[in-house]
């Protein structure tokens, strides 16, 4: 029977236990699985053209009770999120111009100031012949999850699965008012001149700066928790 050295059992012994570790798992670390769910399922903000079409055969510029009810909406959602100018185009032809007079009117009417109108003609024919107001919108998505490659169980190494934050970055997306916010910030509105140079002289004069709280607007620690002393 052949004895083995002491130093070949040791080298021996090692080679199993290397063999028995790298059996013990089957999780594959991805390098782009991150422990910010952010970084894993970033959002994208794209643009895209939205547009409504309102029947006016004879353009006379007058709607129907649904038509009006449709730009209505349309132009509600252009006010809340649309960016740029509120396109108006009818077709080609006499009466064009009134058309255009008395859409816009309308348009204005709602609170889309007259700036921001983007007015024309565009060549129709047949079933296509109706005015057309359209506005460009940002939308923000992420990419679908349900990333279930990783073996859950197998967690030895605690790192994040690959679909590590993707349903709170899809919340995110989908509840942002305005997608637009998630590429830059907006731009400061103008400062209140009467108000700064009130409080410019109240910190000179030594006087507090702080509005001052209606008696509604007070309000006291409650009194319960310590017996109503």
């Keep these: 029977m052949r004895m083995l050295h002491p130093l070949q059992v040791a080298s021996v012994a090692a080679t199993l236990l290397a063999g028995g570790c790298a059996e013990q798992s089957s999780y594959v670390v991805s390098p782009s699985v991150f422990t910010d769910g952010a970084a894993n399922h970033p959002i994208t903000v794209t643009p895209g053209y939205r547009s409504v079409k309102l029947g006016c055969s004879d353009l006379s510029g007058e709607l129907s009770a649904e038509d009006s009810a449709k730009l209505a909406e349309f132009v509600s959602g252009y006010l809340a999120g649309g960016n740029g100018a509120l396109s108006v185009y009818v077709p080609s032809g006499p009466g064009s ?52 490659s990783q073996d859950a169980d197998d967690t030895e190494n605690n790192l994040p699965m690959p679909d590590f934050g993707c349903s709170v970055q899809h919340n ?30 109240q910190y000179e004069t030594g006087q507090t700066t702080a509005a001052q709280k209606t008696q509604d607007q007070s309000a006291a620690v409650s009194q319960i928790g310590n017996g109503g002393q």
Excluded at 109 to 116: N, T
Excluded at 127 to 138: H, L, M, N, R, T
Excluded at 172 to 201: F, H, N, S
């Design 172 to 201: 995110i997306a989908a509840m942002v008012a305005d997608p637009r916010d998630l590429v830059a910030p907006r731009e400061m509105g103008p400062g209140d001149a009467a108000r700064r140079t009130t409080l410019t002289k």
């Design 97 to 148: 111009s009134e058309a255009i007079r008395d859409v816009s009117a309308r348009i204005v009417a709602m609170g889309v100031p007259a700036s921001r109108l983007l007015v024309g003609t565009r060549d129709t024919t047949g079933i296509d012949a109706a005015i057309e107001v359209g506005y460009i919108a940002y939308t923000a998505h992420t990419e679908p999850c349900g990333n279930w």
